[in-house]
């Protein structure tokens, strides 16, 4: 050992260092650091690897906006993402061609709640262009295929359309009964997001995009899912969404 080299005793959990002094007999002996300096270089070292994966989380730490999907950086596994694996699932497919795909709403907001995805990818209304016309065309004739074929389309009235700011990433057009007859259907915010301009009907989306080659979402439209409650048929404020289903039983009586 030289001097100021360090001895490492137990998997370097006690690092000595080796020091020399003159001996008065003329031999040279080698003296360890006190107890109390290796002590302390080990809450150093403590210390330093607190600090490193302090460091180390700041970096994968990323905030997350649950606002529209479309501004978001999630992966596949999130919650948002969730349509792009319905609609592949066999189970979840109640019709499909080469173009699009049709799926039972996994949350229904009525008796009969569909909805039809391009396979094309195409994250949000935002970034429809003039050449998705034919795309969404179809979509809608789908769509009209859908209600056809359901068994109470005599005795109910549907709405097909568009949320202005979906949830869900992947471009989906609803299909929805409106009877709103459905135990998922819990608050001010799905009401609104149905029954308000918050919903923009298939063929206004279709004449924008034929107009101006994109669709325009009115500033402001988040704040109509504030609006209240009022029945869609009567017009009628309802105070409650317990007192708004029972309202609705006078106009759908099951």
């Known amino acids: 050992m030289k001097p100021g080299q360090q001895l490492h005793v137990v998997n370097q959990l006690y ?9 008065p007999t003329g031999s040279h002996g080698g003296s360890k650091r006190p107890r109390e300096s290796a002590s302390e270089d080990r809450e150093n070292q403590r210390e330093a690897q607190k600090t490193k994966a302090a460091k180390q989380t700041e970096k994968v730490s990323v905030p997350v906006s649950h606002g529209d999907a479309t501004n978001t950086s999630e992966g596949v ?19 499909k061609d080469d173009k699009v795909v049709v799926i039972k709403d996994k949350y229904p907001k009525a ?13 949000s209304l935002k970034a429809l262009r003039e050449e998705h016309c034919d795309l969404v065309k179809h979509m809608q004739q789908v769509a009209d295929q859908m209600v056809e074929q359901c068994p109470d389309a005599s005795s109910l009235r549907f709405r097909t359309g ?8 992947h471009v ?27 919903f923009i009907e298939s063929h206004d989306l279709f004449q924008m ?22 029945c869609h048929v009567c017009r009628k404020d309802i105070p409650t969404i317990p007192a708004l289903k029972e309202h609705l039983k006078s106009h759908f009586p099951r």
């Not at 690092?15 to 001996?23: A, C, G, L, M, S």
């Not at 596994?77 to 019709?95: A, F, N, R």
């Open 162 to 169: 568009y949320h202005a700011i979906p949830s869900m990433s």
């Open 77 to 95: 596994g999130h919650w948002s993402q969730g349509l792009k694996t319905s609609m592949q699932d066999p189970k979840m497919q109640v019709y």
């Open 15 to 23: 690092p000595y260092t080796v020091q020399f002094k003159e001996d």
């Open 209 to 230: 995009l034929e107009a101006n080659g994109r669709v325009t979402v009115k500033e402001g439209a988040s704040e109509l899912l504030k609006l209240p409650l009022r």
């Open 172 to 198: 989906h057009l609803h299909v929805i009964s409106q009877d709103f007859d459905s135990p998922c259907l819990k608050n001010k915010k799905h009401w609104n997001s149905f029954t308000t301009d918050y």
């Open 111 to 123: 008796r009969y709640h569909w909805l039809v995805l391009p396979w094309q990818s195409i994250p």
